[in-house]
């Protein structure tokens, strides 16, 4: 992380936090407000050290994460049934060679991993990954963790926990020491996507539940969301849902949606998170990296923030063309957060545009950004690359705002950046309390 510096005083008059900014000062001074405040990243798939294994991190993982998979099958004549062949180092060595390589990293998430093994002083032109691959075998895991967390300039990290994966429920099950750096989230797509496949894991645990969702079963949901939510104290739960979501509609999902989830939530007083957009599975052959993005009809959402007014819903959507009107969306209802610039939106040239449409329309009653992180080093270039797109569009809204007649100071200025990356974050999510008895 850059260390913030002044000139010498006849270049540049050292400002005090309660000082007016000359326009010419504004750009340093959001540039080092942002590098010096510690973010929450309010989505991501990391996990704590008590995960074990689940918890993804070094140089084969970086090069293995599905979004360079779906970029090495169009340059390496290699089929997907053959890579999947491979073992983890191979398949690393091949998207080495093909997109680092035999190619310039010049893609976002090439460009990721080079920053990565810079940030670690390692050589980001090998021919081979033997020097980046000693490095990180000789890291500890809590010591690196750390480490990454503050080269990220992040002090809070919001995993994705979903309490029927086998491997993750087993582990819950035996007990999980609290981590201060990490949050809890109760991740509902095998109970709300895929309930026909996983209803007989709640029925096997005892809960009166059928393939139709009905009788018992909405409230016999609610019964296991509640005893997982005592378990993990979750800041709020989630869902991804795809383009095609319609609500309201007669679905065995909606009707969980409805007597289950959003009454747990009201209990438990922390937001829904919905994450619409995606479209499952477009090349099977992918796997991961299979998925693909539709744009959503945003009247379910509608719906959902007008006859839910006490439910909060944290929404990020996939379509570019859905933005616009989630921000709007997010002017008419109060209990509607928009937050980051999902997956396929986060790249520069995108997140430009839906940030500077969200500061237009939203002031920074919004959370711009997560990293959505599945591999521990990658919070290095995604929280770099938000601070180096963002930190221009928030100094020409300072540079507009001055023009029409109000300065700003370092002081406001450390006010929004702390509100738009901290504090909107920390005052939606619930907290890791005792979950409140009031039923809502
Ligand atoms: O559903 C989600 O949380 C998505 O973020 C998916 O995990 C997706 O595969 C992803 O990693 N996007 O960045
Ligand atoms: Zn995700």
């Known amino acids: 992380m850059k260390t913030a510096y002044l000139k010498s ?21 959001v540039e080092e407000v942002l590098a010096s405040t510690q973010f929450v990243d309010i989505h991501t798939h990391l996990y704590s050290p008590a995960f074990g294994k689940l918890g993804l991190w070094g140089i084969d993982e970086l090069l293995t ?4 998979e779906a970029e090495f099958f169009r340059s390496s004549d290699t089929t997907p049934q053959q890579y999947w062949a491979l073992s983890k180092r191979e398949q690393a060595d091949r998207i080495w060679q093909a997109l680092f390589v035999e190619n310039n990293p010049i893609s976002e998430a090439t460009r990721g991993v080079i920053a990565v093994l810079k940030a670690f002083q390692l050589p980001t032109d090998s021919a081979d990954l033997s020097e980046a691959r000693s490095f ?56 709300l996507i895929t309930w026909p496949a996983h209803w007989q894991v709640l029925a096997s645990q005892g809960f009166q539940v059928d393939q139709q969702a009905s009788g018992k079963s909405a409230q016999e949901v609610r019964r ?63 796997r991961l990296a299979g998925d693909a993005v539709g744009k959503a009809d945003l009247r379910a959402l509608e719906n ?29 209802f109060n209990n509607l957060m928009p937050f ?21 329309m939203l002031g ?5 950004q997560h990293s959505d992180a599945r591999v521990l080093e990658q919070v290095i270039y995604k929280w770099n690359n938000t601070r180096r797109t963002i930190g221009p569009i928030l100094s020409e809204s300072y540079r507009l705002l001055t023009e029409d007649g109000r300065g700003v100071t370092r002081r406001s200025i450390q006010g ?25």
């Open 9 to 29: 005083t006849d270049q540049m008059a050292i400002s005090s936090d309660g000082d007016l900014l000359a326009e010419t000062q504004i750009p340093k001074v």
């Open 65 to 68: 994460y599905h979004y360079l």
């Open 136 to 191: 990180f075998e000789a890291q500890s895991v809590e010591a690196h963790i750390e480490r990454v967390l503050r080269m990220a300039g992040i002090d809070l990290v919001v995993m994705t926990n979903d309490p029927l994966d086998p491997a993750e429920g087993e582990i819950w099950l035996s007990g999980v020491a609290n981590h201060n750096q990490f949050r809890a989230v109760l991740r509902l797509d095998r109970i």
């Open 224 to 286: 296991f969301l509640m005893e997982w939510a005592e378990r993990m104290r979750p800041a709020y739960m989630a869902v991804s849902l795809p383009d095609t979501f319609q609500y309201p509609s007669e679905t065995a999902g909606n009707r969980l949606l409805k007597e289950a989830v959003l009454p747990a939530c009201r209990e438990m007083q922390i937001p829904l998170s919905l994450m619409i957009g995606v479209r499952k599975q477009v090349n099977p052959s992918l």
């Open 304 to 332: 959902l923030c007008r006859e839910f007014p006490e439910n909060r819903f944290l929404v990020s959507v996939l379509s570019r063309e859905n933005q616009h009107e989630l921000c709007v969306y997010a002017r008419k």
């Open 340 to 360: 980051g610039c999902w997956w396929f939106m986060n790249n520069p040239s995108i997140v430009e545009e839906i940030t500077r449409e969200r500061l237009e």
């Open 364 to 368: 920074t009653s919004f959370i711009p």
């Open 416 to 440: 929004d950046i702390t509100r738009l990356f901290r504090s909107n974050a920390e005052a939606w999510m619930g907290s890791r309390a005792i979950i409140s008895e009031a039923p809502r």
